[in-house]
C-alpha cells in the first residue's frame, strides 16, 4: 500500500509538531503492508534525511514547487498531482494549511483513493483579523468537498472545524496524538529528595521559540518567579526566530544570569532532569496538544500550562498537571512556585500523570486508531 505524508514548509523547524508526528506515525507502520513517501519542499533536504534516518523504508520526494504562492499553488499542485499518479499512490495524507490547500487543489487533476487531513491545532492557525480568518474558513469548506476524513489531534480541535469551519461532524475522527511510555522512564523528582530544600528551583521551557509559542509569556512568568525567589534558574531548550528577541528580554530583566539556553534538544529526558517543573504559556488559538507536555508527564516532570486548546484534555487540573488562564503569567509564577511548598501533592500528581500517559495517550491505540482509518477508508474508496 502506497501512502505520502505532504508536508508544505520552507521555513518552519525540522523536529516541529507536524514532522514529530509524522515520524511518529511512520515508525508505528508496518512496513511490511505499507510503502510510504514523505513530500516537501523543505531545504536543505539532507536535514530531512537526517531527521528521518531511522526511518528506513521512507522515500522522500523533493517538490520545490509546491511552495510557489505567487502563482497561487498552482504549480506546486500539479507537480503533486503528477507525483501521486506516477508513483500510484494510494493514500494522501496532508499535514499543515499549506498541505492541505494543495492536497485539494492537484485532487482535482489526480485524486488518491484516499485523501486526508490532519489538523494539529485551531485550523485558522495564528490568523487574525475578521477578512483572513474568513479566508481560512472559506477555503476548509471548499478543501472539505475533496477529503475524505479530518484527523482532529483533540475534542476542541474537532468542535472547531464542526462549528466554524464547517466540515461535516461524519467526516472528522478524533485520534488524540501519543507516545511510547516505555521509551520515557520515569526520573528521580526533587519531590522525592528532602535535599530540594536545601537548593534553588529549576524552571523550563522547551519547544519552537517563536511568538506563537507564547514563549513572552514564559519570559514574563520567569521575572515574576525572580521577584519573589531571586535564586531561580530558567531553562530553554528549543531554537527559533525568536530566541535573540527573548535572550535581549532577559538582558533587560536582568535575569540573564540566571537563565541557561540549552539550544536544540534531541533528548529531552535529558532536558527534563535539568528542570524541576515545565512551564508551558500555550496560545489557545494555536497549540493543539503540545508533545511535550505528554513527555513531560510520562518522565515525572510537573507540569504548569495554561489552560485553553485541547490542553485540558490531558492535563487535569490539580489532578495531572496545574493550569491557568491564557495570559496569567503571575498565576503561572504562583502555582509553579507554590509545587515546592507541597512536595507529596506534586509527587501524586507525577504518579497520576504518568498513570494518564499509559491509559490514554499511547502510541500504540494511536497508530491502531489511524491504521484503521487508512484500511477502512480504502475499503470504501474500492468499493
Not at 479530518?150 to 480541535?157: D, G, K, L, R, V
Not at 511568538?211 to 527559533?240: T, W
Request: aromatic content about 10%; some cysteine; proline content about 4%.
Amino acid at each position: 500500500m502506497r501512502i505520502a505524508y505532504l508536508w508544505v514548509s520552507s521555513s518552519g523547524s525540522v523536529g516541529s509538531g507536524s514532522t514529530n508526528h509524522i515520524r511518529h506515525w511512520l515508525s508505528g507502520l508496518d512496513n511490511i503492508h505499507y510503502d510510504p513517501a514523505l513530500i516537501t519542499c523543505y531545504e536543505p533536504i539532507s536535514h530531512i534525511r537526517d531527521y528521518f534516518m531511522e526511518i528506513t523504508h521512507l522515500e522522500i520526494i523533493s517538490s520545490p514547487l509546491l511552495d510557489t504562492k505567487s502563482k497561487l499553488f498552482i504549480p506546486g499542485a500539479i507537480q503533486l498531482a503528477r507525483t501521486l499518479r506516477d508513483g500510484g499512490f494510494q493514500i494522501l495524507h496532508t499535514v499543515g494549511f499549506k498541505s492541505d490547500l494543495l492536497g485539494w487543489l492537484s485532487s482535482y487533476l489526480y485524486k488518491p483513493d484516499l485523501l486526508l487531513s490532519s489538523i494539529e491545532g485551531y485550523p485558522g492557525g495564528v490568523a487574525t483579523g475578521r477578512l483572513r480568518l474568513g479566508i481560512f474558513k472559506i477555503l476548509y469548506r471548499l478543501i472539505s468537498t475533496r477529503v475524505d476524513q479530518f484527523i482532529a489531534i483533540t475534542n476542541q480541535t474537532a468542535i472547531e472545524l464542526i462549528n466554524e469551519f464547517g466540515v461535516h461532524g461524519d467526516m472528522v475522527k478524533v485520534i488524540r496524538s501519543g507516545i511510547c511510555p516505555g521509551n520515557y522512564q520515569m526520573i528521580d523528582g526533587w519531590y522525592d529528595d528532602s535535599s530540594h530544600k536545601d537548593r534553588n528551583p529549576r524552571f523550563g521551557f522547551l519547544g519552537r521559540i517563536a511568538p506563537e509559542k507564547a514563549i513572552d509569556d514564559f519570559v514574563m512568568a520567569c521575572a515574576e518567579i525572580y521577584r519573589r525567589c531571586p535564586g531561580a534558574s530558567f531553562h530553554i531548550g528549543g531554537d527559533g526566530p525568536h530566541k535573540s528577541a527573548v535572550m535581549e528580554k532577559f538582558e533587560r530583566l536582568n535575569l540573564h544570569s540566571n537563565l541557561k539556553f540549552h539550544g536544540w534538544v534531541h533528548d529531552t529526558r535529558e532536558f527534563f532532569k535539568s528542570i524541576d517543573a515545565l512551564l508551558v504559556p500555550a496560545l489557545p488559538q494555536y497549540d493543539g496538544l503540545p508533545w511535550v507536555i505528554l513527555e513531560a508527564m510520562a518522565t515525572g516532570v510537573p507540569v504548569v500550562a495554561m489552560d485553553g486548546g485541547g490542553i485540558r484534555e490531558v492535563v487535569k487540573n490539580n489532578v495531572t498537571g496545574l493550569l491557568v488562564k491564557p495570559g496569567d503569567v503571575v498565576g503561572m509564577a504562583s502555582k509553579a512556585l507554590g509545587l515546592f511548598d507541597q512536595p507529596s501533592s506534586a509527587h501524586r500528581m507525577a504518579q497520576l500523570a504518568r498513570a494518564s500517559i499509559e491509559d490514554h495517550f499511547s502510541s500504540e491505540r494511536e497508530i491502531e486508531e489511524l491504521v484503521c482509518i487508512y484500511s477502512k477508508g480504502l475499503a470504501r474508496g474500492v468499493s
